[in-house]
């Protein structure tokens, strides 16, 4: 198996390094990929505080949990005054953080009894759960 080393561009010569490989923002090796990522972040953060501020708008205001799935990012479980609740899925920590705070949630530090208490289910809720429970 072939070895492979990884080269850190600051132990190059300034000169290596940036002849002819400097982006189109002029910045030395193009990589703006970092850049990428921080504004497809602030997009979703963005996306996800508008869908939390409707959900807090039809309910009459909304509190929240976050909690973390792991791989999959961090779910935003929200609790309406009215007892409506919902959930929303970021794909990490900081993007589901950012979007709380930009839609102005009240965050619970976890899903505790007076949380859970506010929270009214259906029919289709009590339904799906007997379901379960019954096999179906």
């Known amino acids: 198996m072939a070895e ?7 132990d190059q010569s300034d000169e290596s390094y940036e002849s002819g490989r400097a982006g189109e923002d002029g ?11 921080a504004a497809r972040a602030e997009r979703r953060a963005a996306r996800l505080a508008r869908s939390i501020a409707s959900f807090a708008q039809r309910h009459g205001g909304a509190e929240g949990q976050l909690a973390y799935l792991g791989q999959a990012g961090t779910r935003i479980v929200l609790v309406g005054e ?17 979007a709380a705070e930009k839609a102005g949630l009240t ?3 976890s ?5 859970a208490a506010k929270v009214r289910t259906g029919p289709y809720e009590w339904k799906r759960m007997a379901g379960i429970q019954l096999g179906g």
């Open 4 to 10: 492979t080393q990884q080269v850190d561009p600051s």
């Open 27 to 37: 910045r030395a090796g193009g990589n703006r990929a970092p850049d990428r990522r």
């Open 82 to 98: 009215d007892g409506g609740w919902g959930d929303l899925v970021a794909p990490t920590y900081d993007v589901a953080r950012v």
């Open 107 to 109: 965050l619970r530090e």
């Open 111 to 115: 899903f505790d009894g007076d949380l």
